[in-house]
């Protein structure tokens, strides 16, 4: 795997040569293995590989095949023995095909519906000379980034934004829709229109899709929806626990292909300790070891968490793990000295756009360094786990049972989670009815009871920039900032479940600090065939009798250490320590907070008014407890770096 880049430019050789090597350069500010490019009649293609798998060894890209194709990818194909029946390789030639020889002869065999047929995580490109035409495509569930920029006969795609600045568009400007979102949406998230980027004219290819562009025109086409498969019904639980096990397990076996070590980021819970135990139970028996990180706070935070519910440090899980499977090797890591600002600026290089995800990136950009320098290839771990293995949230099953009528199965809900909980059925039958109630109804009573309420009042952007972009309707849509909260039944959720926004979101973010650290993030619970079955089956099989997270539970019985298997009170809280590490910081920030208000560069995103409060909320001496002031702060600063770079960066080229 890697990184491609593509161009197909009007205009000479020389200038084609001279566009394509200036974007290879940008390209090449990652760690790669091998890099090189290929060009013919207006087309440059590149290729950077990283060795993962011990095929990538083998990888030439970008590749001609025969007279009339050239393909570039960066991919990891997980059905290989699948494709080796399909595609009548004989098995003494096997082990030399590397996994875009695979991609090519699938192009071969099905055309543009190959995509169909591939498993893993991937995007590739392949260009039909004697059609003059151009194809992309990108894995199901979008593991891959693949961004692409059209303007009049010029097209060009990448895995990586940078590259496509000022080539196929000769002027870079900001897209002001996606800053605007950025400012309002109260998540990670970051647009509310999916594929749309901060730069005017670069856009995502969405998760299971492919392009053609041919003729001076892209056009797009949906290939894979999970959301229209149908259902899959057994006779017996066991019967369900079964085929969850079997696709389960092929899909982190899979993902062991390696041409180094194999890493996990592990923590104390269901999703990751599900994983790593069954990829160290595969590991063994090769007499292998499987490397796990763990992120724990640092040494002199004392802080107690404020809900006996929730645990800060979860060590003591983790051990349980490493006990039960002697071939982990166990790594604990507070990275002492770091915090949400460590590294803005190198961030801001490697993602190319603003970002909300500091609090983690005090120990997952290291993480990933760490298990790259320790000869990990790949790191696994279990963060899309909530949509499919260990799916399953109560006020969801209650809800599906309620609008299917079926409620003396709600009743019994209501009393097994009060048993669960020991709390009174009344108490458990107050939140029922809390569910049940419309969405309209709850929110037209709450409007009633604040009517001074303004959807928009807790963010940062400015108001006239939000009206300008319909910003309060756009989030509606997307069931952000909400005046009350919205329940889903369990066929509304399978939606929010593969929404493409979070998908594209998680597939960048990982295959950008791929990319810097030299090392692939996979993640097993985001497997195509999981997704599929895991969409597909009964809600009873994720909840019953108040037990949540039911099918993980039962499939992990002998394989999880019971304490966490079975736990069903407490939960971790990821970056609990991400307030007390930044104490250090806090006149930098108060500094930083004055130069932004002095010099202007958000007037035309952000409210000032608000980010001078942040400023009167910074000062004095006192401890800063109010986590959404230094959110916003840390934003602010965020952004504001952001533009002052891209300023410079135009500058410097006009």
Known sequence: MGAILGL???GSEARLREIGNNAMDKLGEFRFDRLRSEAEEGVFFGCGVIVNTPESRMEELPRRQGNDYLITADAIIDNRDELFQLLGIEHEHRASVT?????MLAYERWGYDCPQHLIGDYAFAIWDKRKRELYCARDAVGARSLYYSQDGGNFGFCTIEKPLLGTVRTTVELNERWLADFLAIDSLLQESIAGETVYEGIQ???PAHYGIWREGRLETTKYWDPLQLPPIRYNTDEEYVEAFNRIFRQAVDC?????????IMLSGGLDSGSVACLAAERLGRDNRRLHAFSSVPV???GEKPGSRHHIFDEAEQMRLIGQAYPNINQTYCSFEGRNALTDVDKMLNVFAHPYKIFQNMTWYRPMLNKAADEGCTIMLNGQFGNATISYGEFTMHLLTLYRSGRLVSLYKEIKGLSRLINQPVKRVGKLALKVITPYWLRSMRDRKRHPNYERLHNTLIKPALAAKWNVTERLEKMNARLYTERYFD???DKSWRVNPLFLLHVGAVETKLSLENGITVRDPSRDRRLIEFCLAIPSDQYVREGLERRLIRRAMKGILPEPIRTNITTHGVQSADWMHRLEPAWASVRTELDQIVKRGELEAYAD?????E???ALIGDKPITDEEVVWKSLMTIILSRFLMDFRRCNQQQN
């Open 8 to 10: 197909v430019l009007s």
């Open 99 to 103: 996994d875009s020889e695979l991609i």
């Open 204 to 206: 995502q290819l969405l």
């Open 255 to 263: 993902r062991l292909r390696s041409a180094g070590e194999v890493g």
């Open 299 to 301: 040494r002199d935070f």
């Open 490 to 492: 369990y066929e509304e």
């Open 608 to 612: 000032m008014d608000k980010v001078r």
């Open 614 to 616: 942040l400023q009167a």
